[in-house]
């Protein structure tokens, strides 16, 4: 009889923790970590729609949309963790409405980014693609060489957003020697960065040799570099964009890149990833295109992995979660909204 009333308190013990959606593959030691949290369901993204009735957390990546859609088939939903830090993916006024809190993960990969946007300068200026093609095309000795590259000292670096990622570009820029501008939503000089000035977008790109786009993606942010603002650069310049493919007008890029109006671009984004295997940016030579790694090391995706099950975790058990993007609904999203076994 003990045995029978032990096993019915712990079923309802568990069946009482909150419900948390895993749509994530994750490692078996972070699967053990949510399972000592909440009640796990693991799913696939293909699968979620199923799952979400009874889920009062999700933990997915962010190309899932999240929206009314998704919130109407779940009810008891109070916490979405997203793997990554953009959030461009949510409704967020509909889940304001809701008392949704929506988690990201910032900070922990500004090293990663930075370093790549870096990369991608480097490779350009110095053409190390066309270089290494030329190599393992077996046509070194017997062709002539790539044009030459250029230097990246006394250049000038456009850096647009200056938030966490565009200043650790620019920390990375100085010891190139690259003269540092930068266009925020928040004008005035940075503390510890007097040698970066601040200026117009129009004035960034007019005088920029490379213009570096860390900038979120929002409505006022989409097509912010379009026809217009691909005009005012300099015929020598360089994009570079490691922020959302649609901060960029790709079709007003491409027919820059095609008639010279810029010298070219290395991108680790696009309007739309995977891209359409005819996109014309794709077969450009002034185009140096990466499919969205700017997190992809092992330490960053496992950091982000970890700050997104806390997000999570931490928000299901009624306590702050160290990154949100809608804070102002905290005291309704920490309330649990199921009070009955189910």
């Known amino acids: 009889m003990w045995a029978r009333a032990a096993t019915a308190y712990l079923r309802l013990v568990t069946e009482m923790r909150p419900r948390a959606c895993i749509a994530l593959p994750v490692p078996l030691d972070v699967e053990a970590r949510l399972g000592a949290a909440c009640s796990i369901e693991l799913v696939s993204e293909r699968d979620l729609s199923a799952a979400l009735p009874l889920a009062e957390g999700l933990l997915i990546s962010n190309a899932v949309p999240v929206g009314e859609a998704l919130f109407e088939r779940a009810p008891h939903l109070r916490v979405v963790s997203g793997f990554g830090v953009g959030y461009n993916n949510v409704d967020l006024d509909a889940a304001n409405r809701r008392g949704i809190l929506i988690c990201n993960t910032p900070g922990v990969l500004n090293d990663a980014v930075a370093d790549l946007t870096m990369g991608l300068i480097l490779a350009f200026a110095r053409r190390i ?181 806390t997000n999570l975790i931490e928000a299901l058990s009624g306590r702050e979660p160290p990154a949100c993007v809608n804070p102002e609904v905290l005291p309704m999203a920490l309330q649990p909204r199921r009070h009955t076994p189910v």
């Open 129 to 309: 693609p066309e270089n290494s093609a030329f190599v393992h095309a077996r046509r070194w000795g017997v062709a002539a060489l790539p044009p030459f590259g250029f230097d990246l000292r006394g250049k000038t670096l456009g850096i647009i957003g200056f938030g966490r990622i565009g200043i650790a570009v620019a920390q990375r820029a100085r010891p190139f020697g690259l003269q540092v501008i930068f266009h925020d939503v928040l004008d005035g000089a940075r503390p510890g960065f007097e040698d970066c000035t601040y200026c117009s977008l129009d004035d960034l790109l007019r005088h920029s040799d490379i213009v570096s786009i860390h900038a979120n993606l929002t409505p006022e942010t989409h097509h912010l570099i379009s026809a217009r603002e691909l005009e005012v650069m300099k015929p020598s310049a360089v994009l570079v964009n490691t922020s959302r493919g649609p901060v960029v007008d790709q079709a007003a890029l491409a027919a820059a890149l095609r008639t010279g109006q810029i010298a070219g671009a290395a991108l680790d984004v696009l309007e739309v990833e995977p891209p359409d295997p005819s996109d014309p940016l794709l077969g450009l030579p002034n185009v140096i295109a990466l499919p969205h790694v700017g997190s992809a090391t092992h330490e960053t995706r496992a950091a982000m992995l970890d700050l997104a099950v």
